[in-house]
Structures are given as structure tokens and as C-alpha cells.
């Protein structure tokens, strides 16, 4: 068990500003509608995730995003480590 813990990686700590700059990035994408791309960490591995936020859900913050194929993910906020608003 130790041997696979050692590869994966441990989720970055956020301070509560970046966290806010994440809100505020994801806020005026939605606004805007403009792609973003996610950078999410996942059971210690990091993946990325492109698309346009559709729906925050204010209990759970739970996002609903909306793939270029026109298909559906939702992402939990606490798995993002990362928020850029493509043009």
C-alpha cells in the first residue's frame, strides 16, 4: 500500500485566495460564456478538463459542465486545483 501511495501525488493546499480567484474566474466565465479549462486532482492524479460551466449547485458546490461534444461532467469545486477562462 505504501509503495502506491509514493506515485501518487498529494492535492496542493489552496489558500482562500486563490480559492476566491477560482470563484471569480468561474462567476465571469459563466457570465460570459466562455470555455474553461479545469485542472482537477483526482484520487492523486492530476487531469484537465475543458468545457463551459453551466450550473453551480449552491448546497454541495457541485459544478455541471458542458464538454465541446455536447455531453455532460460534474466536478466537485474541491477537486479543482486550477481555473484559466479560454477566449
Same mark, same amino acid.
Given at each position: 500500500? /505504501? #509503495? +502506491?501511495? &509514493?506515485?501518487? @501525488?498529494?492535492?496542493? *493546499?489552496?489558500?482562500? &485566495?486563490? +480559492?476566491?480567484?477560482?470563484? @471569480? @474566474? *468561474?462567476? &465571469?466565465?459563466?457570465? !460570459?460564456?466562455? $470555455? *474553461?479549462?479545469?485542472?482537477?486532482? @483526482? =484520487? /492523486?492524479? $492530476?487531469? =484537465?478538463?475543458?468545457? !463551459?460551466? +453551466? &450550473?453551480?449547485?449552491? +448546497?454541495?458546490? #457541485?459544478?455541471?459542465?458542458?464538454?465541446?461534444?455536447?455531453?455532460f461532467e460534474k466536478i466537485r469545486f474541491d477537486e479543482i486545483i486550477g481555473v484559466t477562462v479560454e477566449?
Open positions: 500500500m /505504501g #509503495e +502506491v501511495d &509514493y506515485f501518487l @501525488n498529494k492535492k496542493p *493546499i489552496l489558500d482562500e &485566495y486563490q +480559492v476566491e480567484e477560482f470563484e @471569480n @474566474n *468561474i462567476h &465571469y466565465a459563466m457570465e !460570459y460564456h466562455l $470555455p *474553461i479549462r479545469f485542472r482537477l486532482h @483526482n =484520487e /492523486g492524479n $492530476p487531469q =484537465e478538463l475543458h468545457g !463551459y460551466c +453551466v &450550473y453551480i449547485h449552491p +448546497v454541495t458546490k #457541485e459544478l455541471s459542465i458542458q464538454m465541446r461534444d455536447r455531453s477566449d
